[in-house]
């Protein structure tokens, strides 16, 4: 146990224990299987609040169109699920059996052959990984190697937001359209629908984030989140010392497309559909609002930020369904203008010092032994004064 609590500190990995032991037992002992399923849903959105951290908080690029990877990789991940839902047998009674059932109500007479390898769920996971990192390649490379940034390449991430939701919408033969693909039921013949999957995903969902999280944590204490963090402060002071920035942005930007694709996959998964509600300007925006109520420069903080924005949104629009609009801007303006690095300045500056402090006066209450006058300690068992073990020794060296 001793070497266990060795390495944690170490590594100051406290707070990463803490956080894994929430996800991974409180919860889970705490909580019925429908509440589960939400902060499976939560955390879902936590693979966004982390990449944002490092594409914001540690790279200085600032994106508002995260909610276009995130519903990329959870449209890779619907579309396998809907091919498997919508074999010949379950889809009998359409025009044309064997399609998705909204290309049948688009008169749509064959599946299109972009959707024909989404059949296959190693090809549908590769897509999750790589069409929303390829794209947010090509938006970046082509971006930072002009040297567009700041609140330019801000406008821009929303702009391929809105083209995004525009064209997803304006295909609805093809994509679902508003409705999105829904219906999802099955996965290699495992029904994602029942009590055990929920669960069995639920800590899918947090495995996999808390990974996320130890090589975001990797990431940053290496040499390359050195110069991420020294790009984002003096960024000519690096261009001139021989490095080049822009694909240092790319990479951020990239590593964060990744993590939004991730988080969408799973979210598809936990829900059981995807729609282009996911892909906008007004999700992407809140995505960044995670990262804010957490602290733009912690990990653990940002998904402790996700937790805490989707649980109020959740219980403001269960209790107040007429103002929970406003209570949530009222939440956002308070955290941002009380608490300006999040729930982790938070702590960094109000709670840790707290606990240090009562840890001190803990250690200093505990009773110690005075020592007799003449050097001795004391004996407290027989009540009789000791000399020191080097006295001791000493004099039995000399009768010796």
């Not at 170490?10 to 509440?35: E, S, T, W, Y």
């Not at 609805?172 to 929920?198: C, E, F, H, P």
């Not at 002071?237 to 497309?257: E, H, I, P, T």
């Not at 990744?258 to 809140?286: K, Y």
Request: charged share 10%.
């Amino acid at each position: 146990m001793q070497k266990i609590k060795t390495w944690i500190a170490q590594r100051d990995l406290g707070n990463f224990a803490i956080l894994a032991a929430i996800l991974l037992i409180v919860f889970p002992l705490a909580m019925d299987i429908f509440r589960l399923n939400l902060v499976g849903k939560y955390l879902t959105y936590g693979f966004v609040a982390i990449g944002l951290v490092m594409c914001w908080g540690y790279g200085g690029v600032l994106s508002l169109g995260q909610g276009v990877f995130f519903g990329l990789g959870g449209y890779a991940m619907a579309m396998f699920l809907k091919l498997e839902a919508s074999d010949p047998i379950s889809t009998k009674i359409q025009s044309t059996p064997g399609i998705p059932d909204f290309m049948d109500w688009n008169q749509l007479t064959a599946l299109p052959i972009w959707w024909k390898p989404f059949e296959h769920l190693p090809f549908a996971l590769l897509a999750v990984l790589l069409v929303p990192t390829l794209l947010a390649f090509i938006i970046s490379f082509a971006m930072f190697k002009r040297r567009v940034g700041g609140v330019y390449f801000a406008i821009i991430t929303q702009a391929v937001a809105l083209i995004m939701t525009v064209l997803i919408i304006g295909q609805q033969g093809y994509t679902g359209g508003v409705n999105g693909i829904t219906d999802l039921k099955t996965m290699l013949g495992w029904d994602i629908r029942t009590n055990s999957a929920k669960y069995i995903l639920y800590f899918a969902t947090a495995f996999l984030l808390l990974g996320c999280i130890y090589l975001c944590t990797w990431i940053q204490k290496s040499k390359l989140g050195t110069l991420l963090l020294a790009m984002r402060d003096k960024e000519d002071r690096v261009r001139f010392s021989g490095y080049d920035v822009s694909m240092f942005k790319v990479f951020a930007f990239c590593l964060a497309a990744l993590l939004s694709a991730i988080g969408g996959a799973m979210f598809t998964l936990q829900v059981g559909f995807m729609s282009a509600s996911f892909v906008g300007i007004v999700p992407s925006i809140e995505m960044v609002i995670f990262a804010a109520v957490g602290g733009r420069m912690s990990l653990i903080g940002a998904v402790y930020g996700a937790l805490l924005v989707n649980f109020g949104k959740t219980y403001f629009s269960e209790s107040f369904p007429d103002l929970w609009l406003f209570l949530m801007s009222g939440l956002f303006i308070g955290v941002v203008m009380a608490f300006p690095n999040g729930l982790a300045g938070v702590y960094v500056s109000y709670v840790k010092p707290w606990l240090l402090r009562r840890w001190a006066a803990m250690r200093n209450k505990t009773p110690k032994v005075a020592a007799a006058p003449d050097g001795t300690a004391p004996d407290t068992a027989s009540g009789k004064s000791k000399l020191p073990s080097a006295m001791s020794g000493g004099i039995q060296g000399q009768s010796a």
